[in-house]
């Protein structure tokens, strides 16, 4: 990735430009200290001049009021808040009038910025105050004061704080008051830029230490660049977050938001004040000190899958590259592309008015259809589908181009999400909620409509990144989630009104993702690099799952690294220096849940026999459990010596009627209650009570005998022998109740248990005796 920029020969301005700002994908203004407002229409390169400001107004800052106002989506923005060196900062309408002109600080007022909403306005001023006002200009409050100037400012994601320079100090104040403040030493010389990104959340730094700086929205350190030659004299986010410019004197620098640079171009512009970019993040723009406004497109994007490497080489055209045959096509659009996606054998494509659905079989007749928002700010693929994601809402669309469903939540913003807080797999859709981050909304992808009981996924904390599954089963679908801890955690997507186990599976985890092909996991956890070869184990056999992961040392991929693709059995990560680095795993895991999916058992067991490893044998004992078939498991358990588990297996298959045997198949997955349920549900009372016996469940197994009128004296007669085998006395009020006048006769209970245990058996042959009759008349 590159900036391509672009200078006239002649500067338009004949002072410095101050600020630059965009209306439009392709209209920008820009004032400078000539006093003059220009307007640039790239469409036509022509640039004429909006108003010309009174002489003894220089401007600072300019920025327009948000789009998105009230809930209503505008196409352009309509006015612009304009700070000045005279202590005003005025509000001026499209056309150039000044609304109004509102005296705002003692000496010059360094920067103003609207948040998100439009709703409200902050200034900051060399007299050290930060000001909030209103919509049309009213002071609301004086949020800080402070003996230094304060140079620039940036709202939070949510609006409700303000984050703010001072000196070498970067300072977060909410809004609400009695609430603490964070400040931290951020530079070692005067920071002169901050921005702070609302899909993200990471804060830029720019000062006069000659460097630049990432941080998160606690104030840790992410990324600090070498020194530059010169001070940073601006710096900005790109809407979507994922990359930032930085401006200095002769140096325009493209980076990624973990802080690598990916170019670096040395216009011949001067200090470059301020940098804007573009409503659709694909060009910015930048106020140079001499007069010039210079303009980048981000051009040679690349996208990778599997043998394609595609390559956006202008800003309407792509090559594509596949590197099996060596064999290369150009893809050449009518609008600028915008957006892209490469995965699952088809390229989606947004550019600013269409999307494009192309086959990777056949790049010669894509797919067209219009956009309604036009700017397009995510594209994420599954097998079957795509998801589009503008400022109007989140849109599903087949590979075909038909709208499938739209969903929707209360209080729903789509300008902040991003791959870490929306996942989509072939049936399922997950959005992280943004005004309260525990919960995760689950929408049926084809309905748009929430999953199960409809009630959203609520964790006991802030959760950072969700991952979704991406094959089996829609009733077994699992999303995979990191925490604000950075703790791993896995539930399943579909829940009926039960409480859904949300279970843990590692600790300190960077970064995850699910194969495309197969359910496994891999991530970043600590000093490790982890992959679950089947994460399902946890609600199998929680004893097993460490013995179904890979493990390697991560210590090569440095700090903060991010996982790309997890495609087939290769890994794509990302190191904090912006290198790429490939892994391959054993491409056995893969081939054993292909063999399991299809029910080839014998192959399954063939496979692990030939692989010989412990790995693969504790991935098919869990598969075989999870899908009850238990003379597999029996051997796999076998293999990995749990001895005691092969003996409960063998015992599960003496059990005389197939619902006993379910119930124990349960009960070895750790499902007491369910195994419980299942026995009541086919009156098998005595089973039930026993299961609850065995388990020391004292309390539960009295309370079946009571209620059901039956085996009261067996329970009483094993809770006085476990007693007795202890050397305790009953205490239990309940036990004691119920064990007044009884005596205990060991060969009565011994004949009742053989009764019960005959009826099952009888019930057991003539349940298989009507099924063999309906077999016979089909």
């Given amino acids: 990735?590159?900036?391509?920029?672009?200078?006239?020969?002649?500067?338009?301005?004949?002072?410095?430009?101050?600020?630059?700002?965009?209306?439009?994908?392709?209209?920008?203004?820009?004032?400078?200290?000539?006093?003059?407002?220009?307007?640039?229409?790239?469409?036509?390169?022509?640039?004429?001049?909006?108003v010309k400001l009174p002489d003894d107004t220089y401007p600072i800052d300019l920025h327009w009021l948000p789009r998105s106002v009230g809930g209503k989506k505008q196409s352009h923005a309509e006015s612009f808040v304009l700070t000045s060196s005279d202590g005003k900062f005025h509000l001026i309408s499209k056309s150039g009038r000044v609304e109004k002109s509102v005296e705002a600080h003692c000496g010059a007022v360094l920067a103003g910025r609207w948040n998100s909403e439009g709703t409200a306005l902050a200034t900051v001023g060399e007299d050290g105050q930060v000001k909030i006002w209103s919509k049309s200009g009213m002071l609301r409050s004086t949020l800080a004061q402070q003996g230094t100037p304060v140079y620039s400012v940036a709202w939070g994601p949510d609006s409700e704080k303000v984050l703010y320079t001072s000196g070498k100090q970067l300072i977060i104040k909410p809004l609400q008051p009695n609430v603490k403040v964070l400040q931290w030493k951020a530079h070692d010389g005067l920071i002169l830029k901050t921005d702070w990104n609302s899909v993200n959340e990471l804060i830029l730094s720019a000062g006069e230490d000659c460097k630049y700086k990432v941080w998160d929205s606690y104030g840790h350190l992410l990324y600090s660049s070498q020194p530059h030659e010169y001070p940073i004299t601006s710096i900005a986010w790109s809407g979507d977050g994922e990359l930032f410019a930085v401006g200095s004197f002769h140096t325009l620098r493209l980076c990624d938001k973990t802080g690598w640079s990916y170019a670096l171009e040395k216009p011949n512009t001067g200090s470059i004040f301020n940098i804007a970019w573009s409503v659709d993040g694909t060009q910015l723009a930048g106020a140079c000190g001499n007069g010039h406004v210079i303009f980048a497109h981000v051009v040679e994007q690349?996208?990778?899958?599997?043998?394609?490497?595609?390559?956006?080489?202008?800003?309407?055209?792509?090559?594509?590259?596949?590197?099996?045959?060596?064999?290369?096509?150009?893809?050449?659009?009518?609008?600028?592309?915008?957006?892209a996606s490469l995965n699952y054998g088809h390229l989606v494509v947004s550019t600013s008015l269409q999307c494009y659905v192309f086959s990777t079989k056949n790049w010669n007749t894509p797919l067209i259809f219009d956009?309604?928002?036009?700017?397009?700010?995510?594209?994420?693929?599954?097998?079957?589908?795509?998801?589009?994601?503008?400022?109007?809402?989140?849109?599903?669309?087949?590979?075909?181009?038909?709208?499938?469903?739209?969903?929707?939540?209360?209080?729903?913003?789509?300008?902040?999400?991003?791959?870490?807080?929306?996942?989509?797999?072939?049936?399922?859709?997950?959005?992280?909620?943004?005004?309260?981050?525990?919960?995760?909304?689950?929408?049926?992808?084809?309905?748009?409509?929430?999953?199960?009981?409809?009630?959203?996924?609520?964790?006991?904390t802030e959760i950072v990144e969700i991952a979704l599954d991406q094959k089996g089963l829609t009733s077994e679908r699992k999303i995979a989630f990191i925490d604000k801890n950075r703790d791993l955690y896995i539930t399943s997507v579909k829940r009926f009104g039960k409480e859904q186990k949300i279970v843990k599976i590692g600790t300190m985890v960077q970064t995850l993702a699910w194969n495309d092909t197969s359910n496994i996991l891999c991530g970043i956890q600590d000093t490790r690099f982890t992959v679950w070869y089947y994460p399902n184990t946890v609600y199998v056999d929680k004893d097993l799952l460490t013995k179904t992961l890979y493990e390697k040392d991560a210590s090569e991929f440095s700090k903060n690294p991010q996982i790309v693709h997890f495609v087939g059995n290769q890994i794509t990560i990302r190191r904090a220096d912006g290198s790429l680095i490939h892994l391959n795993i054993s491409p056995y895991p893969v081939i054993l849940h292909e063999y399991v999916s299809s029910s080839k058992w014998e192959d399954a067991v063939r496979l692990c026999r030939f692989v010989k490893d412990q790995t693969m044998w504790a991935c098919l004992a869990a598969m075989a459990v999870a899908n009850k078939d238990m003379a597999t498991a029996e051997i796999a358990y076998a293999s990995i010596g749990e001895i005691d588990k092969v003996q409960y297996i063998n015992s599960i298959k003496d059990l005389p009627s197939k619902e006993s045997r379910m119930a124990h198949i349960l009960l070895f997955s750790g499902n007491t209650q369910e195994a419980e349920t299942l026995l009541l549900q086919t009156g098998l009372i005595y089973q039930a009570i026993q299961v609850n016996i065995n388990l020391y469940n004292w309390d539960r197994a009295l309370e079946l005998a009571v209620k059901h009128k039956t085996h009261v004296d067996t329970v009483l007669a094993y809770r006085q022998k476990f007693l007795e085998d202890f050397g305790k006395k009953e205490t239990n009020k309940r036990f004691l109740q119920y064990a007044e006048g009884l005596e205990v006769d060991w060969n009565k209970i011994k004949a009742k248990i053989e009764m019960e245990i005959a009826k099952e058996r009888e019930r057991a042959a003539a349940s298989a005796t009507v099924r063999a009759s309906v077999t016979v008349q089909q």
């Fill in 302 to 339: 690349r996208w990778e899958w599997k043998n394609f490497e595609i390559t956006l080489i202008k800003r309407r055209t792509m090559q594509v590259h596949n590197v099996i045959d060596d064999a290369v096509d150009l893809l050449e659009f009518r609008d600028r592309v915008i957006k």
């Fill in 371 to 460: 956009l309604k928002e036009g700017t397009v700010t995510l594209i994420l693929q599954a097998e079957r589908h795509f998801l589009l994601v503008d400022g109007g809402g989140l849109y599903l669309y087949s590979y075909e181009g038909r709208l499938i469903s739209s969903p929707k939540f209360p209080g729903m913003r789509t300008d902040i999400l991003n791959a870490q807080t929306v996942s989509l797999s072939n049936d399922t859709l997950a959005v992280k909620d943004k005004a309260d981050e525990k919960v995760i909304y689950i929408f049926d992808a084809l309905s748009g409509k929430p999953l199960g009981d409809g009630k959203p996924l609520t964790h006991k």
């Fill in 1 to 50: 990735m590159r900036l391509k920029t672009s200078l006239l020969k002649e500067p338009k301005h004949k002072e410095l430009v101050s600020c630059v700002g965009w209306t439009t994908a392709d209209e920008l203004y820009s004032c400078s200290d000539d006093h003059q407002i220009m307007k640039w229409n790239l469409l036509t390169s022509e640039t004429t001049r909006v």
